[in-house]
């Protein structure tokens, strides 16, 4: 019997499937920006030095200092800081106290430095021209001992608003943002590590740091509830013996509460730290408290200044010869946060 002949059979259906879904695929990843090429796209504006922008947050608009270092190319993306003022102050003073201008330019990283928006009375030395102002720190009264109002601008949601609109406008690399706070500013830095963890890389409150608001019926330790971070949060914190508008022992006002031990103690339990404090002198006046041993690497660290009042320490404030600035900058490099 003579065979027939088989005509030659196509691609199957499953083949040609196969083979459309292959080039697809090809195709989308050769389209997909790889993480240099999106870095590529991000230009800053041609600006440096002091400029300001506004934030849009809750059908208001607030100016916020921002500093550019000079001399970055425009198209990488540089480290942010958030620079909180302490109560009675605002950004302006924040950037002249810190110092952090001199910081930024030598170590490429662009500063925010926002004002808070509840109007309290100037210090003794007069009003400022961009005003006196105070965070509205969740839970936390004001003096002499009243709280926010119920209108007050929610300053964790409006950080985070200038944390994402500085970003955008200048290309920060989202995965190293810090902050660091004076006073008041230093526990609404405090605040945003409990609260919006995963914008903020680590923090270095100066003079303020708080593991969440005293606990109304026990200002000698922290209330539990209140700091809940998402993620173990690196810490670096400095605070003078002799401080008596924020006492290192603590003390029975609600808008500070237990002692700067105790809030040390407390992120080293929130970030599971399991060994420490080690205590290392650094001079005649300073000793760094360092707990070690934390998850995800991190850390947590104070500099105790023996004889340190309510001032950012300085070479120049004669207590202890240090540069939180730049220590605290040191501590910062060491750290990259979630994408």
């Known amino acids: 019997m003579r065979s027939r002949a088989v005509p030659h059979a196509g691609p199957s259906r499953a083949a040609i499937c196969t083979a459309t879904l292959v080039g697809v695929v090809v195709t989308l990843a050769a389209a997909a920006p790889t993480a240099a090429a999106a870095d590529a796209r991000c230009l800053r504006p041609a600006v ?36 909180l003022h302490g109560s009675s102050q605002n950004g302006s003073i924040q950037m002249q106290v810190s110092g ?50 119920p209108t007050a601008r ?3 949601q409006f950080l985070s608003r200038v944390i994402d609109s500085v970003a955008r406008r200048f290309c920060t690399a989202t995965r190293r943002t810090y902050a660091t706070g004076f006073s008041g500013g230093g526990r609404m830095v405090s605040a945003l590590a409990c609260r919006i963890a995963d914008k903020l890389t680590a923090i270095a409150p100066v003079a303020g740091l708080r593991g969440g608001r005293p ?4 200002h000698t330790v922290p209330e539990v509830h209140d700091c809940l971070p998402e993620r173990p949060v690196p810490v670096l914190a400095f605070h003078g013996q002799q401080d008596f508008v924020n006492p290192y022992p603590g003390n029975a006002d609600l808008r500070w509460g237990y002692s700067v031990p105790v809030a040390i103690q407390t992120w080293a339990r929130l970030d599971g730290c399991r060994r420490g404090p080690q205590a290392s002198p650094i001079s005649e006046n300073v000793t760094r408290l360092t707990y070690t041993d934390c998850r995800d690497n ?21 207590h202890g010869v240090i540069d939180a600035s730049r220590i605290m900058w040191a501590f910062f490099e060491h750290y990259r946060g979630p994408a």
Do not use: C, K
């Not at 506004?54 to 425009?74: I, L, M, T």
């Not at 606990?215 to 026990?218: I, L, Q, S, V």
């Not at 105790?304 to 300085?314: D, E, M, Q």
């Open 48 to 83: 440096t030095g002091s400029t300001t922008i506004n934030v849009h947050f809750g059908g208001s608009s607030y100016p916020v200092a921002v500093y550019v270092p000079d001399g970055a190319p425009r198209n990488s993306r540089l480290p942010l800081l958030l620079n």
């Open 100 to 149: 952090m201008r001199a910081v930024a330019d030598d170590e490429g990283f662009i500063v925010a430095a926002p004002n808070g928006a509840i109007a309290v009375p100037p210090p003794p030395t007069g009003p400022h021209p961009d005003g006196n102002w105070a965070w509205n720190v969740p839970g936390v009264p004001l003096a002499p001992g009243q709280f926010p109002p």
């Open 215 to 218: 606990a109304p019926d026990e």
């Open 298 to 318: 991190v850390s947590v660290g104070l500099y105790r200044i023996a004889t340190g009042t309510h001032l950012w320490p300085s070479p120049t404030d004669g």
């Open 154 to 156: 929610d300053d964790v």
